[in-house]
Each structure stands twice: as C-alpha cells, then as structure tokens.
C-alpha cells in the first residue's frame, strides 16, 4: 500500500470527527493579494486599489497608494515593505502616512522575506532573488548559478540556507553553491508555489495541485517526500502546530500534519493567503474577503466511529488521551492516531451515567457514577472492578471525586466520604466531626493538606486540625453555592459560584471577577489552570481567559465564535496545552498555540495628529502653535472585547480619565513639557494593567523665550541710544534751520528795508495815483499784502504751496507796475490740489528777486519768469539778460535755500544755467511727508 493511498485512507476515516468554527468577516469590499502583522498585531492588507490596514475594528486606507498594485507586504521592525507588480519597492516608516519610494525593479515583486539577525531577501518574477545585508546587495540570477529567475517564494532554513520556489523545482542555495529539487527528485510537478519550512521539514504546493513535504536535509533520503494531489489552482500554504492550511481559487483547505484531514473548504471564494496574528488568530484574504479565524485555539470534536458525541457530562484528558462519557458509557480517543474505544460498565436501559473520571495512576481510573457507585477502570486490560462501598452509608451517587496516591475523597448525595489507603474502609466526615451533611458539588485537596468543598447551599467548607470550619466567611465571600475548586502553581484557590462569578483566594486577599471585571458571564459553567498561566472560564456567553498574573481578561465571545454550545457543568479537563470542555453538542478544544505571542491586549498609539495634521510619533518637539493634539490609541488585538481606556497628561493634569473611544483629544495645550499615560482593560478596574508612555514638549513662543527677551532688551538699549542720536542730530538739524531762516528773514528785511525798494515803490504809488486812482488803491492794498505776508511767514518752517504762489503774485503784481512790459511772469500746473505741497516759506519770492536783481529788464530785454509745477517739483526758470553793471550781493541766496532744504528732506535743489537760461528745480513735501519730518508748517 502506498503513501497516497494510506493518507487517502486516513482523510476518509477521520474527516468527520472533526469540525471547523465559523470564521468572523472583517471585510468584503477589494481584492486581496498580500498580507501581513505588525509587531503592534495590526493587520496590513495590500490590493489592486492601495494599501490598508485593519485596526480597532474598522479597515482604513493610506494616502497616495491608489495606482500601487501590492503583490507583497513585509515588516523589518516597524518599518513596512511593500512590493509592487510593477517592480517598485516602498517603505513606510512608522508614523507615517504616505509610503515613500525606496527602489524600482524590472520585474515583478513576488516576495520579501525578513528575520533578525538575516539578510533580507526579495524575490522577483524575471530577474532572480536578492539578498541585502547592511554591507552588501548582492543578485542571484541565472547568471550565477539558479536555474531559474522566475521566483514566486524564498525563505531562510534553519542552516541559513537559502529557500526559492519557481517553475524549474526548488532551488536551495547555500552560501554560493546551489541544489535543485525538481522532476526527477520526485515532485510531481516542477512549477512550486509556496511553501513553508517547519520543524526541519519543507511543505510546499504545487500549481497543479500537490500537497507535498520533504525533509530540508539532503542527507535524509527515507520517505524524502510525501505527496498528495487534491486540486489545482492552489495559491498559498501556511503551516501551524498541528495543521497546515491551503488558500485556494476554490476556498480553504486544513489538513492535519500527521495526514489526518480535519476540515474541507472554507468557503466557496478565491483566496489568496492566509497567515496567523500574534494571538494566534488564522486570517484569510482574497477576492473580496477578509476573515478571521480562531485557527488552532478552537476546535470542535463532535463524531466517533460509533456514533456522535453529545452530551459529555465528564471528561479527563491525560497526554495523547481523551476519555469522556457521551451520555451512557466510557468513550477513548486517541489524541494523535484517531484510534476509538467505547465501553460500557452497565447495560444501557439501566440508565447508569458517568458524573466523574479521575486518574489513579498511569493505566488505572476512577470512575463516578450517578446511581452505581465508584469503579476503577484498568486501562490494560479493559476490565472494571467496583470499588465497595456501604450503600447504607456512603450513598451510590457520586457527585465528585479527588484522590492522591492511595487516598480516596468522595462527595456524595449522603455527605463527604474517605479514605486513606486501599484497605481501609470509608468513613463519613461529617460524622467523624459532628457536623451536618455537606452536599459537595467539587473537592479540592491541597498542598498544605488542608482540604476543601465547594458545598451547594452552606458555601466553602475547609478541613483543618480542629475540623470543619466556613472557609469563606471570614474572607468576606458571602456566595454559598460552588461548583469547582482548583489550586494554581502559587497556591491560590480558585472557585466558581452560582451566578456570582469566580473568586480567587490568595491567603487573606480575595478577588472577585464578574462581568464589571470583564468576564462574559457571571454563571461559569467549568474552569480550568491551563499551563498555571491563565484561568480558561467557560460559559454559555464563550469563553474568557484570565491571566494569572495581572488578572487581565481575554475573551472568546461564543456570538463572535459562532460558539452555538451548551457547555456542561464541571465538564472540563486539562492536558499539555490544551483545555477540552464537554457540551451537549460534543467536545470544544481550547488551546494556546506556539506562535500566539500576546494574550493580553497591550495599549499602544497608533496615530498622532497635530493641528489635524499626521505627525511621526517619533516626533517630540512641537511649536508654541501647534498645541492641538489628537491621538488614535489600540489594544493589540483583533478580538472584539469591550476595552476601556484610561489617560493623563502630566503637566496638564494628574487625575485618569476613564474612556471607551479610541481617540484622545488635547485641544489648545500651553507650552511647557507633557507626558501622556495610557493603560487600558476590560473593565474600569485596571489592576496592573499595561501603561504606554509618550513624551513631548511644547515650545513657548519667541517673544517668551531667554533669547528673544535678550534680543528685545538689546534692541530697546539700541533705540534709546539711537534716539539720544537722532535727537541730537534733530537739534542739530533744527538750529541749522533756525539759522537759515534767520538768513532768510534778514534777506527778506532787507529788501523790505531796501531804501530802493521803498523809493520805487512810493514812486511807482505816485505815479499811478496821477494815473489811476483805482489802480492806486489795489496797489496799495498788494504792497500791504506782500508785507504782512513776510511778517507772518517769520514764525513759520513751512507754508502750503497755494500761499507760495500768492506771495509770488503779490511780488510780481508790485514789480510789474514799475517794470511794465519788460517783465513778464507765466505760471502752469497751478491746481487747487496745490494745497496738498509744502515748501519752505520766501522761496519763490526769493527766485523772483534774484533774478530782477542780476538781469536787465527792459523792453528790448524783457525778462521772462516762468514757473510750473510737474513731478512734485517746481521748476523756476528765466532768461538771461546780464546787467552791464551787476548789483553787488552777498551769494547766500541760493545757498540758502539749498540748506533749507537739506534739513528738511533728502531730494536736493538743482541748478542749472545754460548761459542762456537759469532755471532753480526745486521739490515740494506732499502733505503725507509732514508726519516724518521734524518740523510742522506752523
């Protein structure tokens, strides 16, 4: 008989002993291709539509990934890779949001492989694999010794070697050499998939159909491979404790590692892979599907070869073994070959049920029956021998049974019942002690020797020297209804109370775990100290795990599950790392796999915004204005159990506050230096729970800051000592126009003293009074004008440009009357905007004067004046007509007024003369100038 046709024989054998449990549906919306876990335990899927991750029970996608086709995720620390069918490779850095862009292939990223301590490794459909250490990159390709470079896996062994699938066979590299396993090795089928290497054994699939395993060491020739064909189109194989699961176009394959099937498809949908989290959950991706599976921590047995197995109101697991009792007899199941034994002790219409089985040595046990006594089973030889009992005394209903080497404890419907050697016959407790009948459902005989029971109606009872005493009472338990009692590695008592919960007793301190503590259900129905790690509490809400060590709760919701089981009361056993709960719908086996890494949910942050902004957590120094925080925290686990939160902000406050919400919200902090702690649990209790810590700091504002003010003080002694500057200059600016005024003043009083001015003025008046009365009149009044302008123009630093042209006309009004026709003035761009300019008082009139002065005017030489206004400047210009005999003047004229004006603003007075023409450019001050000068207009 061949390989095949005996593992054929085994799937058909044992195919319906076993049964699957309902997977929980994450997502049903993309097109899976890769997956992968953080160390965080999220869940990162990669698709034709971008990348996504699975957190807090909701899937979020990432930012720019839309046009990147992932074909393969792989995590080095926090630092996420992602491989492109494109060719591309990305990085995402924890923090980040956006995958950068690390290098571009020219072929397809089929896979990236990692593990500490190793190169990492990427495989590509065209162009070989590459292995990338911090010294060197080196390429692996046909060039250089494989046979192939299309590559759709590679993976280390445990000798380092290096492991790569393709469609020439599997390729083992070692060091710079290479051996190849194809055909002529014996693989049915050269075009290799996927594969897993595992306890010194390589399983891998092939694209025909082929289940196949081989030993990694080339030396080991016997029964090198095992195959077995089931169907093609098989995309990815995963390899666990006790199974290996097949991802295929038609849906999900288990199997068993020793050849057993125990599972069929999963569900009628192309997936594409599956892998585990860290809490040993089994995920499956592909075409519109994402789910989640317990994998190997639930399993149900619920067929015999006999008949189904229903109703176990006992059980005893022992290592390899399983003995229980589906309603009427003793069933035996062999936990690793799937051998089955039943028997019976009484015939079936007697009605004779099993209520406890306990071992009594290696190939004995006790059993208690409801009716029938207590029997030993010999395991060898298969007989049962009644262990005597008096039925006057003892009772035949047995309701639980302990024992240690030859001692023997009984809790019967007629009290409590023992003995202490195999020859000594039964004696009552209560009697021996004067105490009423206990109707004990459990017994716990402890390390101390100390006994207890968990009695139905007068709660814990203990047996010490002195005889029995109320255990609980004076502990302050005040349940009276228990099931079971168990003792852990550290000697503290566990119990369960009707309806009340499960207690844990360690010398004076008493714990009580209900549904405000986080179990499911207050009714336990069964418990048990699985591998004195955790309490496994089953009820017919599911089942929770306790943590023996900081109490915190995991749970298993039987809804989530799809646990549709009516668990049976103590029916409960335990072995290596396994728990097996009887139901009435068959046996349930809980486990903890060697891969599962977290049981409890440790609190971590996820995602931290600033200002609505992504921000790296790694980032811890924030601007005085970026003061509006928002973090996103999770559980590390993809169970769906209610969890609280609790945080503070040192530096804001020191009181927790309790929330359910996964964001924190800190809206408009002041700067100083802050340090957020977070703990979660599962219920508002959170003894010893985990604390994750962030810290960071806000920056004050520049204008607080030691520099800043030092800068500012710098600055305020440099203003004083430029004003102390600026002022003196000012003063100095000031008495240098007082003087040019005073000049200007003295110039101006001297041609108002002038005796030929006065004289041609009286004569001028004179002759027009002859003339022209009336004319008389206006000159006079012109004369009066134009002096009491001067006067009033002495206490004045500036004057409008209007008042200026007045004067001019005054002055030229009075020379024209003696001059006549030889003396002509023109003024343009004269507006009524002209109040709008400044200029210093005299200056126009002083032009005026000096150009009469050094000119001939006369009607063959007429002296023409012509003043316009353009560009914010006055442009005075006049002809020349040299005197035969110049006036003597002192020059300060001019100067004058160019010293006027260079105290006042920085354009300067130009001039120019042509030989032909004289002409003075002179600029006005607008009136939006005034505020920046020294000197106002009065």
């Given at each position: 008989?061949?390989?095949?046709?005996?593992?054929?024989?085994l799937?058909?054998?044992?195919?319906?002993?076993?049964?699957?449990i309902?997977?929980?549906l994450?997502?049903?919306k993309?097109?899976?291709h890769?997956?992968?876990?953080?160390?965080?335990?999220r869940?990162?899927?990669g698709?034709?539509n971008?990348?996504?991750?699975?957190?807090?029970?909701?899937?979020?996608?990432?930012?720019?990934?839309?046009?990147?086709q992932?074909s393969?995720?792989?995590?080095?620390?926090?630092?996420?890779?992602?491989?492109?069918?494109?060719?591309?490779?990305?990085l995402?850095?924890p923090?980040?949001?956006?995958?950068?862009?690390?290098?571009?292939?020219?072929h397809?990223?089929?896979?990236?492989?990692?593990?500490?301590?190793?190169?990492l490794?990427?495989?590509?459909?065209?162009?070989?694999?590459?292995?990338?250490?911090?010294?060197?990159?080196?390429?692996?390709?046909?060039?250089?010794?494989l046979?192939?470079d299309?590559?759709y896996?590679?993976?280390?062994?445990s000798?380092?070697?290096?492991?790569?699938?393709?469609?020439?066979?599997?390729?083992?590299q070692?060091k710079?050499?290479?051996?190849?396993?194809?055909?002529?090795d014996?693989?049915?089928?050269?075009?290799?998939?996927?594969?897993?290497?595992?306890?010194?054994?390589?399983?891998?699939?092939?694209?025909s159909?082929h289940?196949c395993?081989r030993?990694?060491?080339?030396?080991?020739?016997?029964?090198?491979?095992?195959?077995l064909s089931?169907?093609p189109?098989?995309?990815?194989?995963?390899?666990?404790?006790k199974?290996l699961y097949i991802?295929?176009?038609?849906?999900?394959?288990?199997?068993?590692?020793?050849g057993?099937?125990?599972?069929?498809?999963?569900?009628?949908?192309?997936?594409?892979?599956?892998?585990v989290?860290?809490?040993?959950?089994?995920l499956?991706?592909?075409?519109?599907?994402?789910?989640?599976?317990p994998?190997?921590?639930?399993?149900w047995?619920?067929?015999?070869?006999?008949?189904?197995?229903r109703?176990v109101?006992?059980?005893?697991?022992?290592p390899?073994?399983?003995?229980?009792?589906?309603?009427?007899?003793?069933?035996y199941?062999?936990?690793?070959?799937?051998?089955?034994?039943?028997t019976?002790?009484?015939?079936?219409?007697?009605m004779?049920?099993?209520?406890?089985?306990?071992?009594?040595?290696?190939?004995e046990?006790?059993?208690?029956t409801?009716?029938?006594?207590?029997?030993?089973?010999?395991?060898?030889?298969?007989?049962?021998?009644?262990?005597?009992?008096?039925?006057?005394?003892?009772?035949?209903?047995?309701?639980?049974l302990?024992?240690d080497?030859?001692?023997l404890?009984?809790?019967?419907?007629?009290g409590i019942?023992?003995?202490?050697?195999l020859?000594?016959t039964f004696?009552?407790?209560?009697?021996?002690w004067?105490?009423?009948?206990?109707?004990?459902?459990?017994?716990l005989?402890?390390?101390t020797?100390?006994?207890?029971?968990?009695?139905?109606g007068?709660?814990?009872?203990?047996?010490?020297?002195?005889g029995?005493?109320?255990?609980g009472i004076?502990?302050g338990?005040s349940?009276?209804?228990?099931?079971?009692?168990?003792?852990?590695?550290?000697?503290?008592i566990?119990?369960?109370?009707r309806?009340?919960?499960?207690y844990?007793?360690?010398?004076?301190?008493?714990?009580?775990?209900?549904?405000?503590?986080g179990?499911?259900?207050?009714?336990i129905?069964?418990?048990?100290?699985?591998?004195?790690?955790?309490?496994?509490?089953?009820?017919?809400?599911?089942?929770?795990?306790?943590h023996?060590n900081?109490?915190f709760?995991?749970?298993?919701?039987?809804?989530e599950?799809?646990?549709?089981?009516?668990?049976?009361?103590?029916?409960?056993s335990?072995?290596?790392?396994?728990v097996?709960?009887?139901?009435?719908?068959?046996?349930l086996c809980?486990?903890?796999?060697?891969?599962?890494?977290?049981i409890?949910?440790e609190?971590?942050?996820?995602?931290?915004?600033?200002?609505?902004?992504?921000?790296?957590?790694?980032?811890?120094?924030?601007?005085?204005?970026?003061?509006?925080?928002?973090?996103?925290?999770?559980?590390?686990?993809?169970?769906q159990?209610h969890?609280?939160y609790?945080?503070?902000l040192?530096?804001?406050?020191?009181?927790?506050?309790?929330?359910?919400n996964?964001?924190?919200?800190?809206p408009?902090?002041?700067?100083?230096?802050?340090?957020l702690?977070i703990?979660?649990?599962?219920?508002?209790?959170?003894?010893?729970?985990?604390?994750?810590q962030?810290?960071?700091?806000?920056k004050?504002?520049y204008?607080?800051?030691?520099?800043?003010?030092?800068?500012?003080?710098?600055?305020?002694?440099s203003?004083i000592?430029l004003?102390?500057?600026?002022?003196e200059?000012?003063?100095?600016?000031?008495?240098?126009l007082?003087?040019?005024k005073?000049?200007a003043?003295?110039?101006?009083?001297?041609?108002?003293?002038s005796?030929?001015?006065?004289?041609n003025?009286?004569n001028t008046?004179?002759?027009?009074?002859?003339?022209?009365?009336e004319?008389?009149?206006?000159?006079t009044s012109?004369?009066?004008?134009?002096?009491r302008?001067l006067i009033?123009?002495?206490?004045?630093?500036?004057?409008?440009l209007?008042?200026?042209?007045?004067?001019?006309?005054?002055?030229?009004?009075?020379?024209?009357?003696?001059?006549?026709?030889?003396?002509?003035?023109?003024?343009?761009?004269?507006?009524?905007?002209?109040?709008q300019?400044?200029i210093p008082?005299?200056?126009?009139?002083?032009?005026?004067?000096?150009?009469?002065?050094?000119?001939?005017?006369?009607?063959?030489?007429?002296?023409?004046?012509?003043?316009?206004?353009?560009?914010?400047q006055?442009?005075?210009?006049?002809?020349?007509n040299?005197k035969?005999?110049?006036?003597?003047?002192?020059?300060?004229?001019?100067?004058?007024?160019?010293?006027?004006?260079?105290?006042?603003?920085?354009?300067?007075?130009?001039?120019?003369n042509?030989?032909?023409?004289?002409t003075?450019?002179?600029?006005?001050?607008?009136?939006?100038?005034?505020?920046?000068?020294?000197?106002?207009?009065?």
């Amino acid at each position: 008989m061949n390989i095949l046709y005996k593992w054929s024989l085994l799937l058909l054998t044992l195919c319906a002993q076993w049964g699957n449990i309902q997977a929980r549906l994450l997502d049903n919306k993309f097109d899976y291709h890769a997956i992968a876990v953080d160390p965080n335990n999220r869940i990162w899927l990669g698709s034709s539509n971008g990348l996504y991750v699975y957190e807090n029970r909701q899937l979020n996608g990432f930012a720019k990934t839309a046009n990147l086709q992932i074909s393969s995720l792989c995590f080095v620390g926090q630092t996420l890779l992602i491989g492109t069918q494109q060719g591309s490779i990305y990085l995402l850095t924890p923090g980040e949001r956006i995958p950068q862009k690390l290098v571009q292939f020219g072929h397809p990223i089929s896979d990236i492989e990692w593990k500490p301590n190793h190169p990492l490794l990427i495989a590509t459909k065209g162009e070989g694999y590459y292995t990338i250490d911090p010294y060197q990159i080196k390429h692996w390709s046909t060039k250089n010794g494989l046979h192939d470079d299309f590559i759709y896996q590679v993976d280390f062994d445990s000798m380092n070697k290096i492991w790569s699938a393709s469609d020439q066979g599997l390729q083992i590299q070692d060091k710079n050499s290479f051996q190849f396993l194809d055909s002529k090795d014996g693989i049915p089928d050269p075009i290799v998939t996927s594969f897993q290497i595992k306890d010194e054994a390589i399983y891998f699939i092939t694209q025909s159909g082929h289940i196949c395993k081989r030993s990694i060491h080339k030396s080991d020739t016997s029964n090198s491979f095992t195959t077995l064909s089931i169907q093609p189109s098989l995309n990815h194989i995963l390899v666990l404790d006790k199974s290996l699961y097949i991802t295929s176009d038609s849906g999900l394959l288990k199997y068993s590692l020793i050849g057993q099937e125990i599972g069929q498809t999963f569900r009628k949908q192309s997936l594409q892979k599956s892998i585990v989290d860290l809490e040993g959950n089994h995920l499956i991706a592909g075409k519109k599907i994402l789910e989640l599976l317990p994998g190997e921590q639930l399993q149900w047995i619920t067929e015999s070869e006999q008949q189904p197995i229903r109703n176990v109101h006992s059980i005893l697991a022992l290592p390899d073994q399983l003995w229980l009792t589906p309603d009427q007899g003793l069933l035996y199941i062999h936990l690793k070959n799937g051998t089955e034994e039943f028997t019976r002790m009484n015939p079936a219409e007697s009605m004779i049920d099993i209520t406890d089985i306990q071992s009594k040595s290696l190939n004995e046990l006790y059993i208690a029956t409801s009716g029938a006594g207590c029997f030993i089973y010999n395991t060898q030889n298969k007989i049962f021998s009644k262990v005597p009992l008096n039925a006057t005394q003892s009772g035949n209903t047995i309701l639980a049974l302990s024992a240690d080497s030859n001692r023997l404890w009984m809790a019967t419907l007629n009290g409590i019942w023992y003995r202490q050697n195999l020859t000594d016959t039964f004696l009552s407790l209560e009697t021996q002690w004067n105490h009423k009948k206990i109707i004990a459902n459990d017994l716990l005989l402890r390390k101390t020797n100390h006994t207890l029971f968990a009695s139905d109606g007068i709660g814990l009872i203990a047996l010490g020297q002195s005889g029995l005493y109320d255990f609980g009472i004076p502990l302050g338990i005040s349940a009276r209804d228990f099931y079971h009692l168990e003792e852990d590695s550290k000697g503290r008592i566990w119990t369960n109370a009707r309806h009340q919960g499960i207690y844990c007793i360690d010398g004076q301190k008493v714990y009580h775990f209900t549904e405000e503590e986080g179990l499911s259900d207050n009714e336990i129905v069964s418990f048990s100290i699985l591998n004195n790690q955790y309490v496994v509490c089953v009820s017919k809400k599911g089942i929770d795990l306790i943590h023996l060590n900081n109490h915190f709760i995991t749970s298993y919701p039987a809804e989530e599950m799809s646990l549709d089981f009516e668990p049976e009361y103590q029916s409960i056993s335990q072995s290596g790392h396994e728990v097996f709960i009887g139901t009435s719908q068959g046996i349930l086996c809980f486990g903890i796999p060697t891969y599962k890494k977290i049981i409890i949910p440790e609190v971590y942050i996820s995602q931290l915004k600033v200002m609505n902004q992504n921000q790296a957590i790694k980032e811890q120094q924030f601007e005085y204005d970026q003061n509006y925080f928002s973090f996103t925290v999770s559980n590390r686990s993809n169970h769906q159990n209610h969890v609280f939160y609790r945080y503070r902000l040192l530096g804001l406050s020191d009181i927790w506050s309790v929330t359910s919400n996964h964001e924190i919200i800190f809206p408009r902090l002041e700067p100083g230096d802050y340090q957020l702690e977070i703990s979660n649990s599962n219920n508002r209790n959170f003894h010893n729970a985990h604390v994750c810590q962030y810290t960071f700091s806000i920056k004050p504002p520049y204008w607080q800051s030691i520099w800043f003010i030092i800068f500012v003080f710098l600055c305020f002694a440099s203003l004083i000592i430029l004003y102390i500057r600026f002022r003196e200059k000012n003063l100095n600016k000031i008495q240098l126009l007082e003087k040019e005024k005073a000049i200007a003043e003295l110039e101006a009083l001297k041609t108002q003293v002038s005796p030929h001015f006065l004289f041609n003025s009286f004569n001028t008046l004179l002759q027009v009074i002859e003339e022209d009365q009336e004319k008389a009149l206006e000159y006079t009044s012109k004369l009066s004008d134009f002096y009491r302008s001067l006067i009033s123009y002495r206490n004045k630093n500036l004057v409008s440009l209007e008042e200026e042209w007045q004067l001019l006309e005054n002055y030229f009004f009075l020379q024209k009357m003696r001059f006549e026709d030889a003396l002509h003035l023109h003024i343009s761009g004269r507006s009524e905007n002209d109040v709008q300019y400044w200029i210093p008082p005299l200056i126009l009139q002083l032009l005026a004067e000096n150009a009469i002065k050094h000119n001939t005017v006369s009607l063959s030489h007429p002296l023409n004046i012509e003043v316009s206004l353009k560009d914010h400047q006055i442009i005075f210009r006049n002809n020349i007509n040299v005197k035969k005999d110049k006036e003597k003047g002192e020059g300060i004229g001019i100067e004058n007024i160019r010293n006027r004006y260079k105290s006042l603003i920085s354009r300067p007075v130009v001039i120019q003369n042509t030989g032909t023409h004289f002409t003075v450019m002179i600029p006005v001050i607008h009136r939006d100038e005034l505020q920046n000068l020294q000197f106002s207009s009065s």
